[in-house]
C-alpha cells in the first residue's frame, strides 16, 4: 500500500503538461508584431547597466579589453538565446521557461522554475524602480531623498530602506496601470522609449569614436606615472595593471565577462508573449535573436568609446559617460545621457513587470498556484488580477526595501531557468513526434498534401514499432535507426540528466576549489578528469541518437554541444553566488514548495487529464499565407 502510494506522488510530480497546438485560441489579445517583440527584448536587457556597467568593468578587471568581456558574455547569451528560440517556435504559448519545464522534465521542475522566475521579476522590478528613482533625484540634485530621509526615515537597518520611496512606489504602480489597461498601449509606450534610448547610445557611441584617441588602448607604465602626479592627493586613480589593452590579463577578461554576462539578462520576457503575439513561432526566435545582436552592438560601442575617451584608470565608476565627456570637452553632453539614461531605466522596469503576470496567469491556468489570478479582462485582454497583484507586491517592496542583499537573487532564478530551457531543448530534439490522432488526421486527410500524408504515417508507423522496441547496451552507440523511438528518447533524457549532474558537480569545485586546481591538488585534478570523461561519454551517446524530423520555424543548430556549454556556463555562474544568497534562495524555495504541495499539486489541470488524452503534441503549428503576411512589418 505504500509503495503504490509513493509511486502515484512520485508520477504526480513528473507529470507532464498536455500542449494542444493544433488551435492558437487564446483569452489574450495576439496583438505584438515581430517589431514589438525586439523593442520588448531590446529595452528589457538594455537598461541603464549600460550606462554605468562599462565603468566598473573597465576600472576592476579588464581595462580596453571591456569589448571582448561583452563578446564573450554576449555569445555566452546568445547560447541561451538559441535555446529560447527553439522553444519560442515548437510550444508557442504563455509561460516562457515554466511552460517549457513543465512540457519537458515535469511539474515539479516546471513549479521550482516558475517560482523563481517570479521572485527575479518582482526583485528586478523593485531594484529597477529604485533605480529610476535615485537617477531622477539625484538630477534634480537630491531634494526627494532629503525631504523623505527628514521626514519619514526608517530606523530598522539591514532589513528596511533608509527612508520609504514613495517616488518607487508610485512608479510601479503606474506602470502596473498601464499594462492594465492594454499590451498594444504598453508596447507602444516601449517603443517609444526603446527608440530615444538607441539614439542616445548611438550619440555616446559616435561621439566617443570622433572624440577618442587609441593611444588609451596602449598606455604605459609611464603615462600612468604622469596621471598619477596630475592627480591631487584626494582624488581617486585605478589601478594600472601591466597596461596595455589587457591590463589584467586574460583572468580579468573572464572575470569582466562574468559579470557583463548579466547585462544580457531581461531578452526571455519574449518567450512570455506566445499568445499575444500574431504570429509566435516566427516573431518569438526573431525577437530573441535581434535583441541580443543589438545590445550587443551597443555594449560593444559604448565600452570601445568610454575607453577611447578616457584612460581606463580614470574611468569614474559612478558616472563613467558624463564625467569622460567633461575630460573631452563635451560636458553639456551629460544631460543627453540622464535623458538615455532615464529612458533605459524606463524600458528596464517596463520589461520586469510586463513578464511577471504571464507567468503567474501560466502557473495559475495550469492550477499550480490559486485560481483567481487566472482571470483576464474581457475588455482589454490583459491578465488582469495578476497584473495588479505583482504589481502591488512589487510596489510595495520598491517603497520599502532596499534590495542589494536580494538582487543576487534574481540570478539564481535567471540562470536556473536558461539551464533548464537548455536540458528541455537537448531532451525534447531527441524525442519521437506524438500527434493527437483525432482532429489532426481529420484536418490532414481533408486538406493535407500526399508528401505530408506519408510524413504522418511514417511518425505513426514507428511509434508502432517504438511499442516493440526493447533496450540493448548496443543501442546507447549504435541506434536502431535514423527516427526517434521511446527507447532512443529515453537514453538521451538519461544522458541528459546523468550529463547535467556531471556539469553541476564539476562547477561546484571550480567554483569553490580554484585555489587548489590552481596548485595542482592530485585529488582535485582526477575528480574533474572522471567528471568531464563521464560528461563526454553522456555527450556521445546523446550525439548517436537520432533527431526529431519535425519542421520548425527555428532550431537550436550545433547539438548536443551548445546546450551543453550553455547549462555549464550558467551553473558555474550560479556556483560563484555567496552562501547568504543561496540561504534566502533555500527560504523562498521552502515558502513556494508549501504552497505546491498544499494547493497545486491537488488542483493540478493535469491530475484532471485522463492518461489517454495525455499527448503532447510537437506538431508545428500551421498558419495560412494570409495570416503569416499579417506579421510582415519590420
Same mark, same amino acid.
Request: glycine share 8%.
Given at each position: ?18 500542449v ?34 562599462? %565603468? #566598473? ?36 504559448k504563455? %509561460? ?16 521550482? /522554475? ?16 529604485r533605480?529610476w ?7 534634480i ?30 512608479l510601479?504602480?503606474?506602470l ?12 507602444l ?18 561621439a ?13 607604465? $609611464?603615462?600612468?606615472?604622469n ?45 512570455t508573449?506566445? #499568445? #499575444? ?35 581606463y ?15 573631452v ?17 524606463? /524600458? ?9 503576470p ?5 502557473m ?17 485582454k ?14 510595495l517592496?520598491?517603497f ?13 532564478? /535567471? ?19 506524438l ?9 490532414? $486527410?481533408?486538406?493535407?498534401? #500526399? $508528401? ?22 548496443r543501442?546507447?552507440?549504435?541506434p536502431?535507426?535514423?527516427v ?60 548517436r ?68 488524452s495525455?499527448i503532447?503534441?510537437?506538431k ?13 512589418d519590420?
Amino acid at each position: 500500500m505504500l509503495e503504490k502510494t509513493m509511486a502515484s506522488f512520485g508520477k504526480k510530480l513528473i507529470r507532464q503538461r498536455t500542449v494542444d497546438l493544433s488551435s492558437d485560441e487564446t483569452q489574450l489579445a495576439r496583438c505584438l508584431s515581430t517589431l514589438d517583440l525586439i523593442a520588448l527584448g531590446v529595452g528589457s536587457t538594455l537598461g541603464a547597466g549600460v550606462y554605468v556597467l562599462s %565603468g #566598473e568593468v573597465a576600472v576592476d578587471d579588464a581595462g580596453p579589453s571591456i569589448v571582448l568581456c561583452f563578446f564573450i558574455a554576449a555569445v555566452s547569451s546568445v547560447l541561451a538565446g538559441l535555446c529560447y528560440a527553439e522553444f519560442g517556435a515548437r510550444v508557442p504559448k504563455a %509561460g516562457s521557461a515554466y511552460l517549457y519545464s513543465y512540457v519537458t522534465v515535469g511539474e515539479i521542475w516546471a513549479f521550482t /522554475t516558475g517560482w523563481n522566475l517570479i521572485l527575479s521579476y518582482m526583485i528586478g522590478t523593485a531594484s529597477v524602480a529604485r533605480a529610476w528613482s535615485s537617477t531622477f533625484d539625484n538630477i534634480i540634485g537630491g531634494h526627494i531623498s532629503n525631504f523623505f530621509h527628514n521626514h519619514t526615515a526608517l530606523h530598522v537597518e539591514n532589513v528596511l530602506a533608509k527612508y520609504p520611496d514613495f517616488f518607487a512606489l508610485f512608479l510601479v504602480l503606474l506602470l502596473t496601470g498601464l499594462l492594465s489597461f492594454g499590451v498594444s498601449e504598453s508596447a507602444l509606450v516601449n517603443k517609444i522609449f526603446t527608440a530615444i534610448n538607441l539614439l542616445v547610445l548611438s550619440f555616446v557611441i559616435i561621439a566617443g569614436f570622433v572624440k577618442g584617441d587609441v593611444k588609451n588602448w596602449t598606455l604605459s607604465k $609611464e603615462d600612468y606615472q604622469n596621471h598619477t602626479w596630475k592627480h591631487e592627493a584626494g582624488s581617486s586613480i585605478g589601478r594600472f595593471g601591466s597596461g596595455g589593452f589587457f591590463p589584467f590579463g586574460f583572468e580579468g577578461v573572464l572575470s569582466g565577462a562574468a559579470t557583463c554576462f548579466y547585462a544580457f539578462v531581461g531578452f526571455d520576457c519574449i518567450a512570455t508573449t506566445g #499568445e #499575444e503575439a500574431r504570429n509566435p513561432q516566427r516573431a518569438m526566435p526573431i525577437g530573441i535573436i535581434a535583441s541580443l545582436l543589438i545590445c550587443f552592438v551597443a555594449y560593444f560601442g559604448v565600452s570601445a568609446s568610454l575607453t577611447l575617451m578616457v584612460p581606463y584608470y580614470l574611468v569614474n565608476k559612478e558616472s563613467p559617460l558624463p564625467d569622460a565627456f567633461k575630460a573631452v570637452g563635451w560636458e553639456p553632453a551629460r544631460y543627453v545621457v540622464a535623458i538615455g539614461s532615464l529612458c533605459a531605466l524606463s /524600458t528596464s522596469l517596463l520589461g520586469s513587470i510586463f513578464p511577471m503576470p504571464r507567468v503567474i496567469y501560466a502557473m495559475a491556468e495550469d492550477g499550480l498556484l490559486f485560481r483567481f489570478l487566472y482571470r483576464v479582462h474581457s475588455r482589454t485582454k490583459t491578465p488582469l488580477v495578476a497584473t495588479v497583484v505583482s504589481g502591488i507586491i512589487s510596489g510595495l517592496m520598491a517603497f520599502l526595501f532596499e534590495l542589494k542583499d536580494l538582487v543576487n537573487l534574481m540570478s539564481i532564478g /535567471t540562470l536556473l531557468a536558461y539551464s533548464l530551457v537548455a536540458v528541455c531543448v537537448l531532451i525534447l530534439r531527441y524525442q519521437p513526434d506524438l500527434f493527437a490522432p483525432s482532429k489532426d488526421l481529420e484536418m490532414l $486527410e481533408m486538406n493535407g498534401s #500526399e $508528401e505530408e500524408k506519408v510524413v504522418i504515417n511514417l511518425s505513426l508507423r514507428d511509434g508502432h514499432v517504438a511499442l516493440k522496441d526493447k533496450f540493448t547496451w548496443r543501442r546507447l552507440f549504435c541506434p536502431s535507426g535514423d527516427v526517434p523511438t521511446s527507447i532512443s528518447g529515453r537514453i538521451v533524457y538519461i544522458s541528459s540528466t546523468v550529463v547535467s549532474l556531471m556539469i553541476t558537480t564539476l562547477c561546484g569545485i571550480l567554483a569553490q576549489q580554484s585555489a587548489a586546481l590552481m596548485q595542482c591538488s592530485i585529488g582535485w585534478v582526477v575528480a574533474c578528469v572522471a567528471l568531464l570523461v563521464v560528461s563526454l561519454i553522456g555527450t556521445i551517446i546523446i550525439w548517436r541518437q537520432p533527431e526529431s524530423k519535425t519542421r520548425l520555424a527555428f532550431k537550436v543548430p550545433g547539438l548536443p554541444l551548445l546546450p551543453l556549454f550553455s547549462i555549464l556556463v550558467n551553473i558555474y555562474l550560479m556556483m560563484k553566488l555567496d552562501a547568504g544568497t543561496w540561504a534566502r534562495f533555500a527560504v523562498w524555495m521552502a515558502i513556494g514548495f508549501a504552497i505546491y504541495f498544499g494547493y497545486g499539486i491537488r488542483h493540478s489541470v493535469q491530475g484532471q487529464v485522463t492518461p489517454q488524452s495525455q499527448i503532447v503534441a510537437s506538431k508545428p503549428l500551421q498558419r495560412a499565407p494570409s495570416d503569416l503576411s499579417q506579421d510582415r512589418d519590420i
